[in-house]
Structures are given as C-alpha cells and as structure tokens.
C-alpha cells in the first residue's frame, strides 16, 4: 500500500468532526437508529433537505384539504388529502384506516409506486395520519416529512392543479403498525413497555388507561409548528419513562394525536413502537379494560349546606348525627370499603360499600340487585338516609346510585373522626 493510501485510509479512519459520533463509543451506543430511506436525511426534514429530495426525484405529496392546495402548493406537488386513505367513523371509533381497496384506489391515482421516495407536507411538522397511512401501504422506509408543514416553505407556491399517471399499485408490501385492545391490555404494567397517551392534559386527566403517561403531540411542536429540538423531545420523554429500550404504545382519543407521537418517536430512531389506532374510543366504552383519572378527589367545607329546596340533601354535622343516633327512622350508612369500616365507624352505622353495586365487568348491578343490596343492610326508602364518606366521588355515586333507586331522604355527613367522645365512634 502506498504512503498515500495509508494516509487516507488514517484520516478516513480516526478523523472526528466536532459533534459526531464515534463507533464503538457510549454517545453511539445510544444513538438512533438511521432513519427514512439513507442517513443522509431523517425522516422529518427541513426545507433545504426536501429541496435535494426533489431534487433527486422525490415525488411530493399535498396531504392538505383540497381547497388548501388550491389556493398554493408546492409546485409539482399532488394532492391526496389523509382523510382519503381514512374512515371519519365506524362503529363509534373514529379515524381508522380505509379498506385496501380505498388504499390502492388512491395511492394509484396519485402515481405512487413501491421504490418511490415521497416527501409529505400538511400544516405541522407532524402529518401523522397520513405519515402511519403510508407506512401501512409499506412505503415508510422512504417517506419523509415536511418539518413545519407548508409554512416551512418559502421558495413560492403554485395554483396549477397537477396531474399525473396513474400506476396499478397493488398493497404488496403492507406494514400494519397497529395493535388491537387485547394487545394494549397485556402491556399495562409491563416492565419493558411504556403507554403513552397524546391526548391534553384535561382529557388525560378526566381518563386514561391505567400507568399510561401523558405526552400530549401539541407539547412536541414549537410555536411555529416545527418539531421540537432533539434534546428538548429527548428530556420530555425520558421524564416520562419513554426511552428506545422499551416498547413504546402510543394512543390517543381517536389515533390522531397517538400518530403523530409515533411519528415523532420514529423520526427519533425509536424502532419498537406501536399504534393502538382503536384508542380511547375503544379503551373507554369497556367497562372491563379499566382506566385512571387524574382528577384529585374532593370534600365539601365545614357547614356546607345544599339549596335549601325541599328534598335537597344536607350537610350535617357532628352535633346533628349524635342527635339522630337513637332515631329508628335514619339510618346512618357507611359507603367505605369493609376493611375500613371494620376498623372503625360511627355507632349504628351499616355499611353499605359503594364499590360493591358493580358487576365483575364493572357495570352497574340490575335495579333489583341493588335494591336488595340495600335492604339487607337495613337501608329502604321509608328511612332518611345519612351517607358518611371521606371522599365526593364515593359520595357523589352512591347519591346518585340511591336516586335511581327512588329514595328521596338522602343527607350526608362528611366530617372528621376526631371529636367522637365516650366510645360514640366505635371500633370493632
């Protein structure tokens, strides 16, 4: 080998620019994987990145509404807006994929076909819905994405429709990313996969499956609509649990918002990541699957007090239970669990557990079940009814369970232990 060949065979060996990775080190040890089509571009590219992806022949497609292109495009750009490729809704679930014959019909009227390297744009960074479509089709590996939508753009918009020759795409190659319910179950509580749900933080709040963690797809986009920084997403989903050794199930209300989360983890270099398109459409309508609030519980002030309308309930106080204890007509009834009531409760009192008037599938027990739930507990509608709780949501579905049931004389105690003199809070 010549003196020269050594010495490039040396600086293409060992020489390092500033920021890169060396094999072999820790920093390449964590690296993401490479990402869409060759790691000279990820997935999500910028501007002058799409710019060299056209100008290699990459085929740019328009995921905007109809009448959004028609106002200005990208030149050369054809339109397939991802509500085609997309249900708006079936059976009461939102946003599912199209049949495959929708899938073929419209990705061969746009000219695709297999070994195409697509650029798509909407109006964010993150088009998820038509990015997860065109990975199903099995067009993932050499898609890429508009960072920033068509705002990113700035070399000038066309008006002219454009057409192009249709190809026989036929689903060859599909990729389905997606799980269904049973999958997501099984995962809840798994240590080596995380659930995250992409939906706000007042809807996560109200209700989610259980040990998911929130990572709204609104908090990974800046204010201009452009994907966060690397290590800024890095920080967030690490907070969160989410990191590339663990599978990664994402979902939302609808699939959504869950989309463009995996859309994201992938352009990441997260390779183990599903889609639960279902999402909480599905999730919530079973009473069996199970779900989480994040919503604190609450308790009413000292002395508070309903409308004063006849048959509203009251807030009683400590004075006022010990002046009914001997009443045969009221009927204190403890909504606390067995094992809390066994500890300790207020003399007299019979507890009723309100966890108990649901079935196994968690659904409310049959109007007759429950009235003899009651009854053998002394409870009927003829008494005036005392609940004692510690918590509204415990108070508020019994109130409510009673109701139903037609009792009419129901009050409610919610004050504290403490104060109950010469064995009147009893303990067994």
């Not at 005392?386 to 949501?393: A, K």
Request: net charge negative; with cysteine.
């Amino acid at each position: 080998m010549s003196k020269s060949a050594i010495a490039t065979l040396f600086v293409t060996s060992f020489l390092v620019l500033p920021g890169a990775i060396i094999p072999g080190s820790d920093a390449f040890l964590a690296a993401p994987a490479a990402h869409a089509e060759t790691q000279r571009f990820p997935i999500i590219v910028s501007a002058e990145q799409a710019k060299k992806l056209i100008a290699g022949g990459a085929k740019v497609i328009d995921v905007r509404s109809p009448e959004a292109y028609a106002k200005g495009h990208i030149p050369g750009a054809i339109n397939l807006p991802w509500q085609r490729l997309n249900v708006s809704e079936s059976d009461g679930i939102r946003n599912e994929f199209a049949g495959d014959d929708v899938f073929e019909k419209e990705l061969s009227a746009a000219g695709i076909s297999y070994g195409d390297t697509i650029l798509i744009y909407d109006t964010t960074a993150l088009p998820g819905r038509a990015y997860v479509a065109f990975e199903y089709a099995g067009l993932g590996d050499k898609t890429h994405v508009l960072d920033g939508g068509a705002a990113a753009w700035t070399d000038g918009f066309s008006t002219e429709p454009v057409e192009v020759a249709a190809t026989s795409f036929k689903l060859e190659r599909k990729n389905d990313i997606r799980v269904d319910k049973n999958y997501v179950a099984s995962k809840v509580g798994a240590d080596g996969s995380i659930i995250i749900d992409g939906r706000n933080e007042d809807a996560y709040a109200d209700g989610h499956i259980p040990g998911a963690q929130a990572v709204p797809a609104s908090s990974l986009l800046t204010k201009e609509a452009t994907l966060q920084s690397e290590p800024v997403l890095t920080a967030l989903l690490q907070s969160k649990g989410v990191t590339p050794d663990r599978e990664v199930v994402s979902y939302c209300g609808s699939g959504v918002a869950a989309a463009n989360n995996y859309l994201a983890l992938k352009n990441l270099g997260y390779t183990n990541v599903v889609l639960y398109d279902a999402s909480w459409d599905e999730w919530s309508r079973d009473p069996r699957a199970g779900q989480q609030v994040s919503l604190a519980n609450y308790t009413f002030e000292d002395g508070a007090t309903a409308a004063t309308a006849d048959g509203a309930p009251q807030f009683l106080n400590e004075a006022e239970i010990k002046a009914l204890a001997d009443n045969p007509d009221v009927v204190i009834v403890d909504v606390r669990s067995p094992s809390d009531y066994a500890a300790g409760h207020i003399p007299g009192a019979v507890n009723v557990f309100w966890d108990a008037t649901f079935d196994e599938d968690r659904v409310l027990l049959p109007a007759e079940k429950l009235k003899a739930l009651y009854e053998q507990a002394g409870v009927s509608p003829d008494k005036r009814v005392i609940l004692f709780t510690r918590g509204g949501l415990q108070l508020s579905h019994t109130y409510t369970v009673l109701n139903l049931l037609g009792y009419r004389d129901v009050d409610f105690f919610t004050g504290k232990f403490q104060g109950w003199e010469n064995g009147a809070f009893k303990r067994s």
